[in-house]
């Protein structure tokens, strides 16, 4: 991302989120259930809230990526379920 003086622990958690939900999607055999974790609280809480704040954008991204995935798992005739 850069230097620490220019970005958050938040951010960064957050696309660790996005890379590992786009891996998920790119993969071709991924064993499911698969699991990401994070043990970052304000990325955690971020998940469970649709209100606009600093760094939101990178959530989004997270978002719209895991609804790729359950499409995908849609589509194949399988569930798909983000949990907090």
Do not use: C, W
Not at 3 to 8: F, M
Not at 19 to 27: D, I, N, P, Q
Not at 37 to 65: C, W
């Amino acid at each position: 991302l850069g230097p620490d003086k220019r970005h958050t622990v938040y951010e960064a958690e957050v696309v660790g989120l996005t890379l590992a939900a786009k891996l998920l999607a790119t993969e071709q055999n991924v064993e499911y259930p698969a699991s990401i974790f994070v043990d970052n609280q304000a990325t955690i809480q971020s998940g469970e809230s649709h209100r606009t704040k600093p760094g939101g954008y990178l959530v989004e991204n997270f978002r719209r990526m895991t609804r790729v995935l359950a499409k995908r798992r849609h589509e194949q005739g399988r569930n798909f379920a983000v949990t907090v």
